[in-house]
């Protein structure tokens, strides 16, 4: 046993010898590890934006001794867009400056969101960007020059509104209708029917009620010389009806909803779309009028001339019909058309019930106040 401790002793001699220790003001200057901070939990978490890469056509280009080829810029096809940008040179330069108007509109609602010191001048390079790309359009010689020119507007109009620009955004409103108008392209009235429109929800939105009444006198107007997409100007005619009668401004209403059948009953093979969204706000007037003789008239022009039957089932219908008819049901010939209609027993004697506390809102279908 004693011969064993001396061979421990031998041992750690021999291990101190090769192993001296570290000195004490080393080991005590030795940094203490490292704790891994704790993230406050309201610290907003910083994800970087991945930048989108350039788009190619910026830097595609066309030899100089092929710009003079003009054989492919007469294309209508909008889906040829790219290819007509690569064999055009007018139309080339033209959309280059509408992808950097894409960009740099983006670019300004983004940072006026997030009030970065440059949204304004970047909002500036956008307005530049679209006085050039219709400065490139130019009364278009192509189709797809137009094409390209109103590819920008929307762009434009979008950043205006969000800047709160609001003259300068109404003013491209109607420059868009203007040129539309003088496009190229097919079938230029069915767009300019919902130009028309947007432009009249916008200044409905601020307020502006005469002038988006005058600017719908505008759009119907187009009837008189060509006709009109039917379906952009029933939703342009509810749209300023409706706003008159929650409002409380019947009148203005009935103004619109007149002057939009009268310039539309040259379109006979379209009255079905008319008259669902347009007569039932009608008849709702009249009826909360008690203008018997009146709702008496239109449901029988409604009834000669519906191609489908509106009173299928025993629950109030869609388009607001015929709970509409509620305030002025009582006359018998009122009541008497209804079920010429179709309309059944059940659906009749529900009515003042389902008006009691106006129309619901359902899918496509605004509330209406009660009468």
């Not at 530049?128 to 137009?146: C, E, V, Y």
């Not at 002038?211 to 300023?240: C, G, K, Q, Y």
């Not at 619109?256 to 009255?271: C, G, P, V, W, Y």
């Not at 015929?322 to 010429?340: H, M």
Request: glycine share 4%.
């Amino acid at each position: 046993m004693h011969y064993l401790n001396r061979l421990a002793a031998l041992a750690a001699l021999f291990l101190i010898a090769i192993f001296p220790a570290a000195p004490l003001a080393a080991q005590t200057d030795k940094p203490a590890p490292q704790q891994a901070a704790t993230p406050s939990p309201n610290a907003t978490v910083v994800i970087p934006r991945p930048r989108r890469p350039p788009n190619k056509m910026l830097s595609y280009d066309i030899p100089l001794e092929k710009r003079s080829d003009l054989s492919d810029c007469a294309s209508r096809d909008k889906r040829s867009i790219e290819f007509v940008a690569k064999n055009c040179w007018p139309v080339l330069q033209a959309y280059k400056t509408l992808i950097r108007l894409r960009g740099a509109s983006r670019s300004a609602i983004a940072k006026h969101e997030r009030q970065a010191p440059d949204a304004i001048a970047t909002k500036n390079r956008a307005l530049a960007l679209a006085k050039q790309l219709h400065s490139q359009h130019a009364d278009g010689r192509w189709p797809m020059q137009s094409q390209v020119a109103q590819m920008g507007y929307p762009l434009l109009i979008n950043m205006l509104k969000a800047f709160d620009d609001d003259e300068a955004a109404i003013a491209a409103h109607s420059d868009y209708i203007a040129l539309q108008g003088r496009t190229l392209m097919n079938n230029p009235t069915f767009l300019r029917g919902y130009l028309y429109k947007d432009k009249s929800e916008y200044l409905l939105q601020l307020g502006r009620r005469d002038e988006a009444l005058a600017n719908f006198t505008a759009a119907t107007a187009l009837a008189d010389r060509e006709p009109i997409d039917m379906i952009s100007n029933v939703e342009h005619a509810e749209l300023i009806a409706y706003d008159a009668i929650i409002a409380k401004d019947e009148d203005r209403a009935l103004t619109a909803i007149n002057m939009f059948l009268d310039k539309t009953e040259r379109h006979s093979r379209h009255q079905d779309l008319v008259y669902y969204p347009i007569r039932i706000l009608k008849i709702y007037i009249l009826a909360g009028r008690k203008d018997y003789d009146g709702v008496l008239a239109e449901l029988k022009t409604f009834n000669s001339l519906s191609r489908r039957n509106l009173c299928q089932q025993d629950e109030q219908n869609e388009f607001y019909f015929p709970q509409v008819v509620s305030p002025t049901q009582s006359d018998p010939r009122i009541a008497a058309e209804l079920k010429e209609f179709g309309c059944s027993a059940a659906i009749i004697a529900g009515l003042d019930a389902n008006m009691a506390n106006g129309v619901p809102a359902s899918e496509g279908v605004k509330p209406l106040p009660p009468r």
